[in-house]
Every structure is written in structure tokens, then in C-alpha cells.
């Protein structure tokens, strides 16, 4: 998987500013012994979807309201539910470092964040060319904590893949998940291609966030800021 440079430096707060060398060579170190500690799992399961006219969302495994989910549901019959992993050891690293170098640590923090989101997006492109063999289309991947999805769904999606027993991924009682670089999603799938690609930045409504995407106008591209 190729882990977007970028993507770290927006992460470290960089904006559309340039890193030093310093910085520039310390994330190479971190991505290579990232790549050398993770350890990538996945799970990924498919259900039904039933939305009610007061806005709840039934996707078999989960049950919440959400305006934006709902949005980025719409025309859709089934969903995939998602979760994935760098693995334990990766935390190990993120811990060592904590203790031996602060500004190591915040450079592997941001890389980490990168490579769960790199390892994603290489999942969901697999997953999108096999169901587009089969004539249906998937919407973005729509995570707990994007926009007015309830972060509290993490729990329901984690059960419902059976991810503690099968991955190793588990959920604190202040609803943090271990390992700590793990992301669950909700992916709609429907009949009908939709040109409209909306992700995280801009469904949230934390306009003034340091780590914003914003678009570029014509074309809707994203760029960093």
C-alpha cells in the first residue's frame, strides 16, 4: 500500500506549508518501521438497510439517526459494514516512542493515521471493482464521528463483525478502540452509480478544524490547505 505523504504532513498540522528536511526524514523512518510493525487485518460484512421516514437507519447489525448517514445512504438497499486494523504492534511502536522521543512519536501518530486511511482506501477499491461486476456501486465508506454519526455505533458495528473474537479489536468502556489505529465504517451499495463523492472534511461541520481537506472549487478536488 502506498501511504500518502501528504496526508501525514496534513495530520502533523502542515497545511499547504512545506516540511523541513528534518521532519521530511523523519517521517521516512517512521513509515518504514511502520510498515515493518503493522500487521493489517480486516473484516467486512454485508446486510440489509431499512430507513424510516423519521430518519432511523436499520443496517441489520446497527440502529441510529443520522441526517448526513442517510444522505450518504439514499437509493441504497444493502450495506457493507467495515472495520480495520494495523494491529497491536503498532501501538507497541506509538508507546516506545512516547517515551523516548516526543517529536518521533507525534511524526509516528500522524504516519499511523495515514496508513490506516491508505489501508482503507486500498480495501474499498477492492471491494468497489467486485461489485461493480456485479452491476452494483458503492457509496464512500461513512465512519462513526463523521458528521452526526453517533460515535456510540462503534460498538454495534464491532459485534456485528464479531471483530474481538476474529481480529483482536476491542472497545474501552470510555469507547476508545484497541488497537488504537482501527477504523470501522458504514459502506452503502446500491444500483445506481452516483457522480457525488462525499467524505469526511466535507460532511463535518468543523469548518474551522487545522486538519481540513478543502476543495478547490471547479471540479470539487480536494487540496490541502
Known amino acids: 500500500m502506498e501511504i500518502n505523504r501528504k496526508e501525514i504532513f496534513r495530520y502533523l498540522g502542515y497545511g499547504g506549508h512545506e516540511a523541513d528536511e528534518t521532519v521530511r526524514n523523519l517521517a521516512e523512518e517512521c513509515v518504514r518501521e511502520l510498515e515493518q510493525a503493522a500487521n493489517c487485518r480486516s473484516l467486512m460484512r454485508e446486510y440489509p438497510l431499512i430507513t424510516a421516514e423519521d430518519g432511523t437507519i436499520d443496517g441489520g447489525c446497527f440502529r441510529t439517526k443520522s441526517k448526513h448517514l442517510l444522505k450518504n445512504l439514499g437509493g441504497c438497499g444493502r450495506v457493507l459494514v467495515m472495520a480495520a486494523t494495523l ?41 468497489k471493482e467486485e461489485y461493480e461486476k456485479r452491476g452494483l456501486y458503492l457509496r464512500p465508506r461513512f465512519s462513526p464521528g463523521y458528521g452526526d454519526f453517533s460515535l456510540s455505533c462503534q460498538k454495534e458495528l464491532l459485534d456485528g463483525l464479531e471483530a474481538g473474537k476474529r481480529i483482536g479489536i476491542t472497545l474501552t468502556e470510555g469507547g476508545l478502540m484497541l488497537p488504537t489505529k482501527t477504523v470501522t465504517a458504514v459502506i452503502g451499495i446500491s444500483e445506481k452509480e452516483e457522480p457525488c463523492r462525499p467524505e469526511g472534511c466535507e460532511v463535518c461541520e468543523k469548518r474551522e478544524c487545522p486538519y481540513r481537506r478543502a476543495k478547490s472549487g471547479a471540479g470539487g478536488q480536494e487540496k490541502q490547505r
Open 87 to 127: 494491529g497491536s504492534s503498532v501501538d507497541r511502536l506509538l508507546n516506545r516512542y512516547g517515551k523516548l522521543s516526543v517529536t518521533k512519536a507525534v511524526i509516528l501518530q500522524a504516519a499511523a493515521a495515514a496508513m490506516i486511511e491508505a489501508y482503507c482506501n486500498e480495501l474499498c477499491a477492492g471491494w
